[in-house]
């Protein structure tokens, strides 16, 4: 009895985390993070194929990877992580959403710099440390501006 019982129980958090519509900002962030994550896969492996294997500048390789990622994270966020949208213009949203990303980059290439050029950090370590500023930049800045 007492294992079916948690079965139902995270059969009922599974369904509530990935596949029920939920305007609660933890579950949001919770799937933003899955997205965000997802993205982070893409842009990461990108960023080091680009870098280290065709020998593109490291910052114009983490522009570049950090696009793709955008564009990524755009198309799954607006299909799963949030329901009710702020602008009813698809473009105007992927314009502003383009903007918190442009901002995410110079986030990102600014915390890659620091960490490579005055850490002294390998330039794979600076990019984990700037994906979680990154990821927090964009969550709240995207959630207030254009999700309801």
């Known amino acids: 009895m007492q294992v ?7 059969k009922s958090l599974g369904n509530l985390l990935f596949t029920e519509i939920s305007n609660n900002g933890l579950i949001q962030f919770f799937r933003y993070a899955f997205v965000g994550g997802t ?3 893409v842009d990461f492996g990108l960023l080091f194929i ?17 696009i793709c990622g955008l564009l990524i994270n ?14 009813s213009d698809t473009r105007m ?9 442009v901002i995410g980059v110079g986030i990102n290439n600014a915390i890659i710099w620091c960490g490579v050029e005055i850490a ?17 930049w964009n969550f709240t800045a995207r959630r207030q501006t254009l999700f309801k």
Do not use: C, N, P, Q
């Open 120 to 136: 002294g950090l390998h330039y794979l370590w600076s990019k984990i440390i700037a994906a979680v500023a990154v990821l927090l």
């Open 4 to 10: 079916v019982l948690v079965m139902e129980y995270f």
């Open 93 to 101: 949203e992927f314009i502003i959403f383009g903007i918190i990303g």
């Open 50 to 66: 680009l870098t280290d294997k065709i020998r593109v500048y490291y910052l114009l390789s983490a522009t570049i990877s950090f």
């Open 74 to 87: 755009y198309a799954l966020s607006i299909r799963w992580v949030f329901s009710k949208r702020r602008l």
């Open 39 to 41: 993205a982070f896969v």
